[in-house]
C-alpha cells in the first residue's frame, strides 16, 4: 500500500513492549493488601501476583479455630491476589490506551 510504513508499526509496537516490560518490572517491587475479618489476616502482593508477606493478628489465633483461620487466609490472598491483577491491569492499560493486548496484560 503505497503511503503505509509497516516499519513505522513495527518500530512503534516495539516501543511499547519494552514500556510495558519496564513497567511490570516496576510493577514486581509495587505492593497491594488483601484484608479478611476485620483485618485479622492481611496479606501483601506485588504488583505481579507474587505474595510477600501474611500478618496473621493475635486474635485470629486466641479465636481457636483452625478452619475459621484457614478460611481468612484463603480470602486475604484471595483478595490481594485480585487487587495485583486489577492494578496491573489498570497501569498497563494506561500505556496501551486500554487496548488488551493478549500475553502482556
Not at 509495587?30 to 502482593?45: I, S, Y
Not at 491476589?81 to 486500554?98: F, N, V
Request: charged share 25%; proline share 3%.
Amino acid at each position: 500500500m503505497p503511503g503505509l510504513d509497516m516499519n513505522y508499526f513495527i518500530r512503534q509496537a516495539n516501543k511499547m513492549t519494552e514500556k510495558i516490560e519496564q513497567r511490570k518490572a516496576e510493577l514486581a517491587e509495587e505492593t497491594v493488601e488483601g484484608k479478611a475479618g476485620d483485618n485479622l489476616v492481611v496479606v501483601l502482593a506485588t504488583g505481579t501476583q507474587e505474595i510477600k508477606s501474611i500478618k496473621i493478628s493475635p486474635e485470629a489465633i486466641e479465636l481457636n479455630d483452625i478452619g475459621m483461620l484457614e478460611d481468612l487466609l484463603v480470602a486475604a490472598i484471595n483478595a490481594a491476589l485480585t487487587a495485583s491483577r486489577t492494578h496491573m491491569q489498570a497501569e498497563l492499560g494506561k500505556l496501551t490506551g486500554g487496548i488488551k493486548i493478549p500475553g502482556l496484560l
